[in-house]
C-alpha cells in the first residue's frame, strides 16, 4: 500500500533549476526519514541527498551546495530543489522511505543539456 509518485523532472540547460516533489501514501510519513536517489542509463542508482524525520539534511558529495532538500509533514511530501544544474545531474530522480526501501516510485526525469 506504500505509495511515492516523484514529480517536477524536465529537460534544462546548465544552470538551471528544477524542484522535484515526492509525493507519498500508505505510511507514517512524519517518522520516515526520506532520501532522494538518482540513477543514470547504465550506472547504479546513487544517493543524493536525505532529511530526517526531525529536519536534518545530508548531501552527497556531488551535490553539496546546489541541491536543498525538504518535507511537508502536513502534505506528505518531500521536495529537492535542485539550482545550478550540471550535464552529470542527468537522470531519473526517485525518493525513498527509511522504513519501506523496498519500495520506489516510477522516478522523473531530469535531463539538463543545452
Known amino acids: 500500500q506504500v505509495h511515492l509518485v516523484e514529480s517536477g523532472g524536465g529537460l534544462v540547460q546548465p544552470g538551471g533549476s528544477l524542484r522535484l516533489s515526492c509525493a507519498a501514501s500508505?505510511?507514517?510519513?512524519?517518522?520516515?526519514?526520506m532520501a532522494w536517489y538518482r540513477q543514470a542509463p547504465g550506472k547504479e542508482r546513487e544517493f543524493v541527498a536525505a532529511?530526517?524525520?526531525?529536519?536534518?539534511?545530508n548531501y552527497a558529495n556531488s551535490v553539496k551546495g546546489r541541491f536543498t532538500i525538504s518535507r511537508d509533514n502536513a502534505k506528505n511530501t518531500v521536495y529537492l530543489q535542485m539550482d545550478s544544474l550540471k550535464p552529470e545531474d542527468t537522470a531519473v530522480y526517485y525518493c525513498?522511505?527509511?522504513?519501506?526501501?523496498?519500495?520506489w516510485g516510477q522516478g522523473t526525469q531530469v535531463t539538463v543539456s543545452s
Open positions: 525513498n522511505a527509511i522504513q519501506h526501501r523496498d519500495i
Open positions: 500508505g505510511m507514517l510519513f512524519r517518522v520516515n526519514a
Open positions: 532529511v530526517t524525520s526531525g529536519g536534518s539534511t
